[in-house]
């Protein structure tokens, strides 16, 4: 227990002392996951809506798939993005690879089935039951549409941060397509696995401390949301 109590105290140090390196993981990690998160939302979102709210051939298939990709390892979308940005791939040219870019392309992937597949379902059951009352009263579509955009806000919100949970706590994204390049692309989760894996302890725990923060910061959110979208 000796050595864990040490790490512990040399994390807290680190945190401190303002190290360079432990926060310069830390700043990548908020810079990559915002763009990410805000691209997720962005697509993510009106086609969550559409899913939703309109019926169309096709539809449930495209439920299914969705579905589907909620489990796809953070790997296999980083093996796939990587094949699309190195040089041999179609969008070598364009230099994304080992960037901060890359990484977002490929979270954004990783984080927008979770947020068409919430807002899909919480559009679904919002309008389900409120489209039929609205009609009765005589609303056109339009204000259909309006209230059930302002209906299912809180869960768009909510699925906005079930999805920056997931982003920023993925590794395998970010260790290969990233490549963990000290200062550009280390993140909090590949720093982790790096400084572990060399003895690192006391950095490694620096930095689960602070991914623990903001997991804690996230489900906070996520409990509040839920608590304001069961209004």
């Not at 869960?155 to 997931?166: D, F, I, W």
């Not at 994204?173 to 490549?179: D, F, P, R, Y």
């Not at 903001?214 to 209004?231: D, E, H, M, P, T």
Request: with cysteine; aromatic share 10%.
């Amino acid at each position: 227990m000796g050595f864990i109590y040490e790490g512990l105290l040399k994390a807290f140090q680190l945190l401190f002392d303002g190290n360079p390196e432990t926060w310069s993981a830390v700043y990548i990690t908020l810079c990559v996951s915002s763009l990410s998160i805000f691209l997720t939302i962005l697509l993510g979102a009106p086609l969550g809506f559409v899913l939703g709210y309109y019926r169309f051939k096709g539809r449930e298939t495209l439920r299914m798939f969705t579905d589907t990709l909620l489990s796809f390892p953070t790997v296999v979308i980083g093996l796939l993005v990587y094949s699309l940005v190195s040089r041999q791939g179609p969008f070598g040219d364009y230099g994304l690879l080992f960037t901060l870019p890359g990484i977002a392309i490929g979270q954004v992937m990783l984080g927008m089935p979770i947020v068409v597949a919430m807002v899909a379902n919480a559009v679904e059951n919002a309008e389900s039951g409120m489209k039929e009352t609205l009609l009765t009263l005589g609303a056109d579509k339009f204000q259909v549409l309006r209230a059930t955009l302002w209906e299912t806000r809180y869960h768009l919100m909510l699925a906005g941060v079930a999805a920056y949970g997931r982003i920023v706590s993925e590794i395998g994204i970010s260790m290969m397509v990233g490549g963990n390049i000290k200062w550009h692309t280390r993140t909090i989760t590949t720093a982790i696995a790096l400084e572990t894996g060399k003895g690192e302890f006391a950095m490694g725990i620096a930095l689960g401390v602070v991914l623990l923060i903001i997991a804690f910061g996230v489900n906070f959110s996520v409990a509040k949301l839920k608590r304001r979208a069961g209004q």
